[in-house]
């Protein structure tokens, strides 16, 4: 496989993939947590209010803000948001320092496509291995 093609195909995909996975991930994070807000912020208004209307409609907000805790909580949108971008960063980086021939592959001119190769493999490698060991531990504690 060529320079170019490797690039593309392989380091660019991985990194927009990443990338897209991140932003789902930040969305889903800002919009639980402005549902939650808005949820709590209702019950605290309601709350001075007796209408039995009212009671359930604050029992409903806070039930609803508690379900909305625990996905956020199960989901880990934060912790995936960041991590997703971190990957997408590092494989951004990895690019330009190859692309400008500055960090492990300065004076590395023969060798610098294969060091790039067996970086970001590394990478990727390492993001599927810790994919696969979080997913293991969660399988576990839900045992």
């Not at 991930?25 to 208004?45: M, R």
């Not at 980086?93 to 001119?109: I, P, T, V, W």
């Not at 060091?115 to 045992?143: M, P």
Request: charged share 25%; proline share 1%.
């Amino acid at each position: 496989m060529d320079e170019e093609r490797y690039i593309k195909e392989r380091l660019d995909d991985q990194q927009e993939w990443h990338g897209k996975k991140a932003q789902e991930f930040k969305k889903a994070y800002y919009n639980s947590n402005i549902a939650i807000l808005i949820c709590t912020t209702l019950i605290t208004v309601c709350s001075p209010f007796t209408n039995i209307y009212i009671r359930i409609f604050t029992s409903i907000l806070g039930a609803t803000a508690t379900v909305l805790l625990g996905i956020n909580k199960l989901k880990n949108y934060h912790e995936n948001w960041l991590h997703y971008r971190l990957i997408s960063e590092t494989l951004k980086r990895e690019k330009y320092f190859y692309l400008s021939r500055s960090g492990f592959y300065k004076n590395q001119e023969e060798n610098s496509l294969n060091i790039l190769v067996e970086r970001v493999e590394q990478i990727i490698s390492d993001e599927n291995s810790n994919w696969a060991q979080i997913n293991t531990q969660c399988s576990e504690k839900a045992n």
